[in-house]
């Protein structure tokens, strides 16, 4: 598993680099020259990007070592697929308060707050109790509900109602985060790999790392993007009270009011358009098995022997060749709908979840198909998010989307906690042995949830066979990034 986990990354890096100078040629850049010209636009868009890649590499450089980091400590599987569920419940408890939470301390301070309960989250792992480490979980699920808000609220916010730039413009900054997104997951396999294994400082090491990435984005929080703010005065951030201010009351009880009005439109939209209800299905089902599979990956190869860092980079590389491969095939060249590459990818995703069933049998596991299986379900994922993405922009209403999506994730984590018990529960059941059929049963299961997204993809397009709006016009759509 050595050399196959090498010669991968190689393999994965170089096919990836063709496909960006494949799709380079064939797809025409998304940045509008009039934005690329403004000074003022590309001022703001290196202040927002600055702080927002750094807090991405943190999060990314805790990916590859945090199942090696619980076994490191001696504890059972049963016992770290209860800190997986306590991480995706403190999800689901805080997604839909984020939202609140930037209008009651304003965008730049819940960005702080990403900032502090994020680090304390990684000195957590420096602890081997087993509250101290559910803590830490807790803590993450609070930390990636604001990453996925928070930031993009403050850089919409500053760029509509303040900078007053174009909406046009909007699409070019969040494509340059996606593909800096992609070489930053790759580039934390291969810098956890170094500080874990070649240097040997242990599965701990790119936790420990992580907190000064997470301080230095804090820094670029509170100097740049405050002056930033204080450059506009009053407009800054928010129209917010501090809370001994004369109707601070008032003030909350209306973010109170627009919040619950908002989870009630969310909800309105999703449950009267049936296109919405099973593209909010597909996103439950599909994206409920990557969290199991998040949790699946590392106790099925590590026994094996392979570099586990070097093994994340390989899968983070296969998700970048599915995006660049969206980019080839919905080109004018090749004209692909997304609406076919998402049914492909579900597909893919599938076929690969049923090959793991047979890679994983007990006593007899084959470790390389289990790892091309795992390559084949990332591919499947490059491909899937920039076409889910597409199809969501156009369903539904921009106003609604922030709590539509919201609603879409509270199925989505409470599949993947069930799924969890379920493992947690029969590894359990046989004394926590690991050579028994949990695994094995637990991929059938994810096959399972992928035929039923299956069935909901081809169910939305017959609905909507002859739907303009879930097509793609002549040039590839610029919606492919949320």
């Not at 951030?237 to 004369?246: H, R, S, T, V, W």
């Not at 009005?261 to 089902?285: E, K, N, P």
């Not at 081809?458 to 002859?466: A, E, I, K, Y």
């Amino acid at each position: 598993m050595l050399v196959t986990a090498y010669l991968a990354i190689v393999v994965l890096l170089a096919l990836c680099v063709g496909l960006e100078l494949t799709a380079r040629r064939l797809v025409p850049p998304q940045s509008t020259p009039t934005a690329a010209a403004n000074p003022a636009f590309r001022r703001f868009q290196r202040t927002f990007l600055r702080a927002y890649l750094l807090a991405l590499w943190a999060d990314w450089l805790q990916g590859p070592y945090l199942y090696k980091l619980y076994r490191h400590y001696s504890f059972l599987e049963s016992q770290i697929a209860i800190l997986y569920v306590c991480g995706l419940a403190s999800c689901i408890l805080f997604a839909p308060f984020s939202g609140w939470l930037s209008q009651v301390l304003g965008r730049r301070r819940t960005c702080l707050l990403f900032c502090l309960s994020y680090s304390a989250c990684c000195l957590t792992k420096l602890s081997t109790a087993y509250f101290v480490l559910i803590l830490g979980r807790i803590l993450g699920g609070l930390s990636t509900s604001l990453l996925t808000t928070t930031f993009e609220a403050w850089y919409v916010h500053r760029h509509v109602d303040i900078h007053d730039f174009p909406k046009e413009w909007i699409p070019s900054t969040f494509t340059k985060a996606a593909t800096w997104n992609h070489g930053l997951a790759v580039g934390a396999g291969l810098v956890a790999n170094l500080l874990a294994e070649w240097l040997h400082l242990g599965p701990v090491a790119p936790f420990l790392l992580a907190v000064p990435c997470l301080v230095c984005c804090g820094w670029v929080v509170l100097t740049d993007w405050g002056k930033e703010e204080a450059e506009d005065g009053a407009q800054g951030d928010e129209q917010k009270l501090p809370f001994g201010a004369p109707n601070a009351g008032v003030s909350r009880l209306s973010a109170r009011a627009r919040f619950s009005r908002s989870c009630q439109d969310g909800l309105r939209c999703l449950l009267s358009d049936r296109r919405v209800m099973l593209l909010g299905g597909v996103q439950a089902l599909f994206e409920s098995v990557l969290y199991i599979f998040v949790f699946l990956w590392t106790p099925v190869l590590d026994p094996h022997g392979p570099p586990l860092g070097i093994v994340f980079s390989c899968l983070m590389a296969a998700s970048m060749a599915g995006s660049l491969l969206y980019r080839v095939a919905t080109s004018t060249r090749y004209h692909l709908q997304p609406g076919h590459v998402l049914c492909l990818a579900v597909l893919m995703a599938f076929f690969s979840l049923f090959m793991l069933t047979f890679s994983t049998a007990p006593g007899q596991p084959r470790p390389r198909e289990s790892f091309l299986a795992f390559l084949l379900l990332e591919l499947a994922c490059g491909l899937y998010f920039p076409a889910v993405s597409f199809l969501q922009g156009r369903v539904i209403p921009e106003e609604k989307r922030a709590s539509v999506l919201a609603w879409f994730r509270l199925p989505l984590h409470l599949l993947a906690c069930l799924g969890l018990l379920a493992l947690h529960g029969e590894i359990s059941g046989t004394g926590g042995g690991e050579e028994g059929n949990g695994t094995r049963h637990m991929f059938a299961g994810c096959a399972v949830m992928m035929l039923a997204a299956l069935m909901a993809v081809v169910s939305l397009f017959t609905l909507g066979r002859n739907d303009t709006e879930l097509r793609l016009e002549g040039t590839r759509d610029e919606g492919e990034l949320d």
